[in-house]
C-alpha cells in the first residue's frame, strides 16, 4: 500500500513504545499515534513517513477505551512534559511496569516474574522544582513552559499540574515584571536577550522556597529593580539566585552565582532527616515517592550492624544517610563538588558520624576502593540515566559485594548493567516506584545478591 502524509487510515492500538506513544499497525507497517490506547480504534492522519515507520495524528476517535480521563491539564497533548494524562492512573503504573519488564527481556534477555509496583496517592501537583523557559508567543506576549516533545518550541501554560502550584504564580509574577522593566527572553537563535530559565525549588516539609533566575548577561538593565519587586510580591521567596550562563549551551546553569537573598539553599526533610539543598545539587523531584523507595532500597539491602555500605553517586547524602543508623559505616561518592558540599553539611546537621562523602568519578573511586582493599557488604547505586560505566560494572565484579541494590531511573540502562552483573549476581527482587507520575518515566529498583 502506497502511504503518504495526509492520508487517513483506520487503525486499532496495540502497544505503547518506551516514550508513551501508542503503537499501531497499517497494512503491516508500524506507526505511532501520540495519545492512542491499547485497544482503542481511531481514525489516524498520517502526519510523517519513515522508511520503517510512520507517524500519526488522532483524527477521530471511533472506539474509545475505558482507561481513558479527560486530562487536568488543558496543553496535555501539546506539551511535551505529560504523556499519561489522558489515560487512568491504574494503567499509566501497569504500563511502567511492562516497560522496565519488557527492558529485561530484550536488553537482558532476563525474564523478570514478578515486580512490585509502588503507586502515588497524588500523581499531580509532585514536582518539587521546576525549570521553565521563557519566550514570546505571536504576539510577541510574554509566555512560559515546556518544550513541545522533540523541538524547541514552547508551548504556552498558565499552571503545570504536575508542579507544585506555588511556581506557576511566582512564574506569572516573573512575566508581568519582565513586561513592567523591559526585560526581555533569551533567544535562542540570536543568543541575545536578558533571562533564559527559570528554575524554582520547593520544599515539601518545610516552608523554605528557592528561585534561580537564569540571565545571559551579569547586568541586565532594570534587574536590580525587577528582583526588589519579585521578592515584595513574593514573600514567600526565602532565597533568590542569579545564576549567570552566557554560553550557547542546552545546560540549564552556567557556572556564576550570586546570591540575592538568604543563604542559597533551601531546607527539605526525607525519612526524617533534615537535607540542605543548593541550586546545582541533585535533589529527587518527588518526596512522598522518594521517601517509599529509599523505605523499599533500605528493605531489599538487607542490612546488619556491622556492614560497611558504599551509597555511589550520593548526591547530597540522602541514601547514605537514611542507612547510616542501620549498619557501620558508610562511604558515599558524588562527582557534582556542591553536592558534596552539601552531603557533609547534611550529615552534620543530623549528627550522623557514620557517614564519609568523597568527591569523585564513582567508576575512578571504586577502582581505588578496590585497590586499597576495602571491602564493601553492601552497595548502592543511584546512577544518572546513562548507567553505570563498565569499570564500575566490571569492578564491582572483582570486589564482589554480597548485595547491590541498584536504583535506576532508565530501565534500558538498568537492563544493560544488570546483564553485565548476572555473571555473579542473581536478581532476586524489582521494584517500580511512580516518581514521575503522568510521565513515560520510571524508577526502579533491583536487589541482586551475589551468588
Ligand atoms: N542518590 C542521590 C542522587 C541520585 S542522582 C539521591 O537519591 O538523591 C545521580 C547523582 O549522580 C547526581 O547527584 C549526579 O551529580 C551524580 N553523578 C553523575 N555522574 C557521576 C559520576 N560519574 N560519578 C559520581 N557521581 C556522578
Given at each position: 500500500?502506497?502511504?503518504?502524509?495526509?492520508?487517513?487510515?483506520?487503525?486499532?492500538?496495540?502497544?505503547?513504545?518506551?516514550?508513551?506513544?501508542?503503537?499501531?499497525?497499517?497494512?503491516?507497517?508500524?506507526?505511532?499515534?501520540?495519545?492512542?490506547?491499547?485497544?482503542?480504534?481511531?481514525?489516524?492522519?498520517?502526519?510523517?513517513?519513515?522508511?520503517?515507520?510512520?507517524?500519526?495524528?488522532?483524527?477521530?476517535?471511533?472506539?474509545?477505551?475505558?482507561?481513558?480521563?479527560?486530562?487536568?491539564?488543558?496543553?496535555?497533548?501539546?506539551?511535551?512534559?505529560?504523556?499519561?494524562?489522558?489515560?487512568?492512573?491504574?494503567?499509566?503504573?501497569?504500563?511502567?511496569?511492562?516497560?522496565?519488564?519488557?527492558?529485561?527481556?530484550?536488553?537482558?534477555?532476563?525474564?523478570?516474574?514478578?515486580?512490585?509496583?509502588?503507586?502515588?496517592?497524588?500523581?499531580?501537583?509532585?514536582?518539587?522544582?521546576?525549570?521553565?523557559?521563557?519566550?514570546?508567543?505571536?504576539?510577541?506576549?510574554?509566555?512560559?513552559?515546556?518544550?513541545?516533545?522533540?523541538?524547541?518550541?514552547?508551548?504556552?501554560?498558565?499552571?503545570?499540574?504536575?508542579?507544585?502550584?506555588?511556581?506557576?504564580?511566582?512564574?506569572?509574577?516573573?512575566?508581568?515584571?519582565?513586561?513592567?522593566?523591559?526585560?526581555?527572553?533569551?533567544?535562542?537563535?540570536?543568543?541575545?536577550?536578558?533571562?533564559?530559565?527559570?528554575?524554582?525549588?520547593?520544599?515539601?516539609?518545610?516552608?523554605?522556597?528557592?528561585?534561580?533566575?537564569?540571565?545571559?548577561?551579569?547586568?541586565?538593565?532594570?534587574?536590580?529593580?525587577?528582583?526588589?519587586?519579585?521578592?515584595?510580591?513574593?514573600?514567600?521567596?526565602?532565597?533568590?539566585?542569579?545564576?549567570?550562563?552566557?554560553?550557547?549551551?542546552?545546560?540549564?546553569?552556567?557556572?556564576?552565582?550570586?546570591?540575592?537573598?538568604?543563604?542559597?539553599?533551601?531546607?527539605?526533610?526525607?525519612?526524617?532527616?533534615?537535607?540542605?539543598?543548593?541550586?546545582?545539587?541533585?535533589?529527587?523531584?518527588?518526596?512522598?515517592?522518594?521517601?517509599?523507595?529509599?523505605?523499599?532500597?533500605?528493605?531489599?539491602?538487607?542490612?546488619?550492624?556491622?556492614?560497611?555500605?558504599?551509597?555511589?553517586?550520593?548526591?547530597?547524602?540522602?541514601?547514605?544517610?537514611?542507612?547510616?543508623?542501620?549498619?557501620?559505616?558508610?562511604?558515599?561518592?558524588?562527582?557534582?563538588?556542591?553536592?558534596?558540599?552539601?552531603?557533609?553539611?547534611?550529615?552534620?546537621?543530623?549528627?550522623?558520624?557514620?557517614?564519609?562523602?568523597?568527591?569523585?568519578?564513582?567508576?575512578?573511586?571504586?577502582?581505588?576502593?578496590?585497590?586499597?582493599?576495602?571491602?564493601?557488604?553492601?552497595?548502592?547505586?543511584?546512577?544518572p540515566r546513562k548507567g553505570l560505566d563498565q569499570k564500575f560494572t566490571e569492578t564491582l565484579l572483582e570486589i564482589m559485594p554480597k548485595r547491590i541494590v541498584y536504583i535506576s531511573c532508565d530501565p534500558a540502562t538498568l537492563a544493560r548493567d544488570v546483564a553485565l552483573l548476572s555473571e555473579k549476581y542473581t536478581i532476586n527482587k524489582l521494584v517500580v516506584v511512580d516518581m514521575f507520575s503522568r510521565t513515560y518515566h520510571v524508577e526502579s529498583i533491583v536487589q541482586l545478591t551475589l551468588k
Open positions: 500500500m502506497d502511504i503518504s502524509v495526509g492520508q487517513k487510515h483506520l487503525v486499532v492500538g496495540v502497544d505503547y513504545t518506551h516514550d508513551g506513544l501508542g503503537v499501531a499497525k497499517i497494512d503491516g507497517r508500524t506507526i505511532f499515534v501520540q495519545n492512542l490506547i491499547i485497544g482503542e480504534e481511531a481514525e489516524v492522519e498520517i502526519t510523517f513517513v519513515k522508511k520503517n515507520f510512520l507517524i500519526g495524528k488522532i483524527s477521530k476517535l471511533i472506539k474509545k477505551s475505558p482507561d481513558r480521563i479527560q486530562p487536568l491539564c488543558p496543553v496535555a497533548t501539546a506539551c511535551g512534559g505529560c504523556q499519561f494524562q489522558h489515560v487512568s492512573y491504574e494503567k499509566e503504573l501497569e504500563y511502567k511496569k511492562n516497560k522496565v519488564l519488557r527492558a529485561f527481556h530484550n536488553i537482558a534477555h532476563i525474564d523478570i516474574q514478578a515486580a512490585e509496583v509502588l503507586g502515588s496517592e497524588n500523581p499531580y501537583y509532585y514536582r518539587n522544582k521546576t525549570i521553565m523557559p521563557i519566550g514570546y508567543d505571536r504576539h510577541r506576549k510574554l509566555i512560559h513552559g515546556f518544550y513541545k516533545a522533540r523541538t524547541h518550541d514552547i508551548v504556552a501554560i498558565d499552571q503545570c499540574y504536575i508542579e507544585d502550584k506555588r511556581s506557576s504564580l511566582i512564574l506569572k509574577t516573573i512575566k508581568e515584571l519582565m513586561t513592567e522593566y523591559s526585560l526581555t527572553p533569551y533567544d535562542e537563535d540570536t543568543l541575545k536577550g536578558d533571562i533564559r530559565r527559570i528554575m524554582i525549588r520547593t520544599s515539601f516539609y518545610y516552608d523554605d522556597l528557592m528561585v534561580v533566575i537564569v540571565t545571559n548577561i551579569e547586568k541586565p538593565v532594570n534587574f536590580e529593580t525587577f528582583i526588589s519587586a519579585l521578592i515584595s510580591k513574593h514573600p514567600e521567596i526565602t532565597t533568590l539566585i542569579q545564576n549567570i550562563n552566557g554560553e550557547d549551551t542546552n545546560v540549564v546553569l552556567g557556572s556564576k552565582e550570586k546570591i540575592l537573598l538568604g543563604e542559597g539553599k533551601i531546607k527539605d526533610k526525607l525519612c526524617g532527616l533534615d537535607f540542605n539543598i543548593s541550586s546545582k545539587s541533585f535533589y529527587q523531584i518527588n518526596v512522598k515517592q522518594t521517601e517509599k523507595l529509599y523505605q523499599k532500597a533500605i528493605e531489599l539491602a538487607d542490612l546488619k550492624e556491622s556492614h560497611i555500605v558504599l551509597d555511589a553517586y550520593s548526591g547530597i547524602g540522602t541514601i547514605g544517610m537514611a542507612v547510616a543508623k542501620h549498619v557501620k559505616n558508610v562511604i558515599g561518592v558524588e562527582v557534582v563538588k556542591q553536592a558534596v558540599i552539601d552531603a557533609k553539611e547534611n550529615a552534620r546537621i543530623n549528627n550522623i558520624k557514620n557517614v564519609k562523602y568523597y568527591e569523585d568519578d564513582a567508576s575512578d573511586f571504586l577502582v581505588k576502593m578496590a585497590k586499597a582493599e576495602t571491602k564493601f557488604d553492601v552497595v548502592f547505586v543511584d546512577p
